[in-house]
């Protein structure tokens, strides 16, 4: 905390006033010139988005985020508060946070005048400065601006006072950053009072007008298709906003993994090491990019990072239900725990039907089939496991299941020639959980390439030519 406790102590200390365009300016170029990023918790945006998110700092611009729902847009808008200074003084018991030096209120004014350099200060955090609201058809006037306060009218102020005033959401950011989610949802009379707000800097509460030079950096987050389409936003507040900051999902599958390997941390659970092999993790990723480009999913809604980040947790969870059960020391998830994805999966992304087609299970099925087809390809090659192709040929039959313990995989990974060697190119797997994983990850390749037969009943799978 600082030491300047009053008006004077803080004009003695050499403080200037700034506003929160400049300040914010003036942080992110300290990070620039030392080399450093703004949202580091923020993944695939390096190149696109962050450079515009810098570009609307340095230019002191309004933003509204369009992007389908989970690209970041809000973890974005939050972050931003790190261009704030850590602390900033205020008026102590001001509503809006006036300036010591800059009052714009009438109680604050009125103070200084009478008490100058004695009056009392208070210092604000970050969080202090930032406010939040997710745009709704019933929010009002009230909530964004503020309204009539009927308990200070009773105390004895006239309804023509200035201090009669309830400040709402906004007021109450004064020297920060509010953030408006969905902006689209708000009601056109709500847009017309928060267009007023930013562009002539006076509220108009029941009649009663007060100018208000508030400094507020305004971002909003929108779906682009809400967002362009007449009626949803008028036109004057889509103006309003000086810049528009296109989100977009992950464009690469080592950017889907590395926000994986960043949101669900992967160490142990309840003593029990988790040790995921790579070709399982990059099948969770392969399903949300194989959701994203399917006919059989509705793309308008988009399929969010976070149906990614729940179908990794939900893997991890049926690994480890199985491993308490039979009393394994490790959890290594498998082909055979796939199955659990769709629980996950169903509730996150909206499904295109056709004709009397109405099974959920059978579109998910599909998408999983060509992620592990794709990864299996870029994992291994069929000329690897010829003889494991040969093996099963010869009229053999192996049964895996999400419930066999990882010890009863050796003796089929030790008789059927090749495999061993084929387990041994995915990696250095040295447990049984891991070769197990690894041997039911080429037998279920094997199948989508058509060497294999597959027939699934009690949720026992066996694999036979």
Known sequence: MRPETTVGELRQSGYRPETVRAEMRRNLLDVLERGGRILPGVVGYEDSVIPDIENAVLSGHHMVFLGERGQAKSRMIRGLVELL????????????????????????????????DAVAITWLTRDDRYGEKLATPDVSIADLIGEIDPIKVAEGRYLADEEAIHYGLVPRTNRGIFAINELPDLMEKIQVGLFNLMEERDVQIKGFKVRLPLDVVIVASANPEDYT?????????????????????????????????????????????????????????????????????????????????????????????????????????????????????????????????????????????????????????????????????????????????????????????????????????????????????????????????????????????
């Open 85 to 116: 200074d850590e602390e900033v003084p205020a008026v102590a018991g001001c509503e809006i946070h006036c300036d010591p030096l800059v009052a714009i209120c009438r109680r604050c004014k009125t103070l200084l005048a009478t008490d100058g």
């Open 229 to 465: 389409s007449r009626g949803r936003i008028i036109t004057p507040l889509k103006d309003r906003f000086d810049v528009q900051i296109r989100t977009h999902y992950p464009t690469r599958l080592e950017t889907e993994i590395a926000i994986l390997d960043q949101e669900v941390p992967t160490t142990e659970r309840a003593g029990r090491p988790v040790r995921m092999p790579d070709f399982m993790k990059a099948i969770v990723a392969q399903l949300t990019f194989e959701a994203r480009g399917s006919s059989e999913v509705n793309q308008s809604s988009g399929v969010s990072v976070r149906v990614t980040l729940n179908n990794y947790e939900t893997l991890i969870a049926n690994a480890e239900r199985r491993a308490v059960k039979l009393g394994e020391n490790e959890i290594v998830p498998r082909v055979s725990d796939l199955h659990a994805l769709a629980a996950s999966m169903l509730g996150k992304i909206e499904l295109e039907y056709s004709g009397d087609d109405r099974g959920d299970d059978a579109p998910v099925e599909r998408l999983l089939n060509r992620a592990i087809l794709a990864v299996f390809d870029r994992s291994t090659t069929l000329d690897r496991l010829g003889k494991v192709s040969e093996y099963f040929a010869g009229g053999w039959g192996v049964e895996v299941s999400d419930a066999m313990p990882a010890d009863e995989y050796l003796e089929g990974i030790r008789a059927i020639p090749g495999l061993r060697d084929a387990i041994a190119a995915l990696g250095p797997f040295e447990s049984p959980a891991l070769m197990a994983s690894a041997a039911e990850f080429l037998f279920e390749g094997l199948h989508l390439h058509q060497k294999l037969n597959k027939d699934s009943q009690g949720g026992r799978t066996t694999y036979r030519a």
